[in-house]
Nanobody, 123 residues
């Protein structure tokens, strides 16, 4: 499974960023995609997931982040608005079968993490 996140950067609090996750066509069609993040000193956590049942969000992301996908380009996006310093983290895209990690707290089993993309929000 090959997924590559991009689009991170430095932004002031209240600003916005849009992350992209490019996948191979096979990966894109076969797996449900999710966004995860890992802040310094913290465990990786789910942020958003998109499946046939719709998008799902963590409590911290609800109302501020929007996950979407472009099937033709095999790309998943994460639009992040109203960013706060607490959103500072490395963001990764991965698979989340039926979005169970974010929906019911299932263990993260995806292990082919790429480099991720760093999001830094200044106060």
């Amino acid at each position: 499974v090959q997924l590559q996140a991009s689009g991170g950067g430095l932004v002031q609090a209240g600003g916005s960023l849009r992350l992209s996750c490019a996948a191979s066509a096979l990966t894109f069609d076969r797996y449900t995609k999710g966004w995860f993040r890992q802040a310094p000193g913290k465990e990786r956590e789910p942020v958003a997931c998109i499946s046939m049942d719709g998008p799902f969000y963590s409590d911290s992301a609800k109302g501020r982040f929007t996950v979407s996908k472009n099937n033709a380009q095999s790309t998943v996006y994460l639009q992040m608005d109203s960013l706060t310093p607490e959103d500072t983290a490395v963001y990764y895209c991965g698979t989340d079968t039926d979005c169970l990690v974010i929906r019911v707290g299932a263990p993260i089993t995806f292990d082919s993490w790429g480099q991720g993309t760093l999001v830094t929000v200044s106060s």
